[in-house]
């Protein structure tokens, strides 16, 4: 069964702290892994898609990585406006089964 | 350009009523989803299209129904509405021939009485 699992669940930390937010996954032939990031009473916003072991993606303050069991996002010097929550997701290989299954995010918190 | 747009945006029903959530995207997109969230269990899919006309089972489907006559809507239909779909529900859309991501709503909080 295919599973997405990210830590930790909550994370503060002050402006400018660099850190990194963990997904962890099983799933028999990845077709893709996303980043999505969630504000309260909002619907997920897309960040980014890796497809293969050893691609990075970056965007602003973010960046993602992917190996073949885990992806990172590293969030360098964050600010405020960076707080929300962190969703990670995979989608299979095969043809035609286009669920992805999500993780139950972090929720990051940017002190000022 | 409105992207995914979801009516409506909250709800409140009694054991047993029914009721339909509407899903409108203008991106010309292929496919189609609606989503379920709840504290502590991630996005879970209930159902979804691979295009006009078609739908098909996602993770959750039971006590839901859906239908897409026309490319740019997906309805969500719950018939005979339980406390255990008190619920936030996205909808998203994808571009078959793009990079894979789907593209989600704003979300309808739904709670159950």
């Known amino acids: 069964e295919d599973q997405v699992t990210q830590s930790p669940e909550a994370l503060r930390l002050q402006e400018g702290e660099s850190s990194s937010l963990n997904c962890s996954y099983t799933?028999?032939?990845?077709?893709?892994l996303f980043w999505y990031r969630q504000d309260p009473g909002k619907g997920p916003e897309f960040l980014f898609t890796l497809y293969s072991a050893g691609e990075e993606k970056e965007k602003e303050r973010l960046k993602a990585t992917l190996t073949k069991k885990e992806s990172f996002l590293h969030i360098t010097a964050p600010k405020p406006e960076d707080s929300a929550t962190y969703l990670c997701?995979?989608?299979?290989?095969?043809?035609?089964?286009?669920?992805?299954?999500f993780g139950t995010g972090t929720r990051l918190t940017i002190i000022p | 350009n409105a992207g995914v747009t979801q009516t409506p945006k909250f709800r409140v029903l009694k054991t047993g009523q029914s009721m339909t959530l509407l899903c409108a995207q203008d991106m010309n997109h292929e496919y189609m989803y609606w989503y379920r969230q709840d504290p502590g269990m991630g996005l879970r899919l209930i159902h979804y299209s691979v295009g006009e006309g078609t739908t098909a089972k996602g993770e959750v489907p039971d006590g839901y129904n859906v239908s897409r006559l026309k490319k740019q809507n997906f309805l969500l239909g719950l018939e005979s509405a339980a406390p255990s779909q008190t619920s936030v529900y996205f909808c998203?859309?994808?571009?078959?021939?793009?990079?894979?991501?789907?593209?989600f709503g704003p979300g309808t909080r739904l709670t159950v009485l």
């Open positions: 997701a995979v989608q299979k290989s095969n043809f035609g089964n286009e669920k992805l299954t």
């Open positions: 799933v028999s032939g990845l077709r893709g």
């Open positions: 998203a859309s994808s571009y078959v021939a793009g990079g894979l991501e789907q593209f």
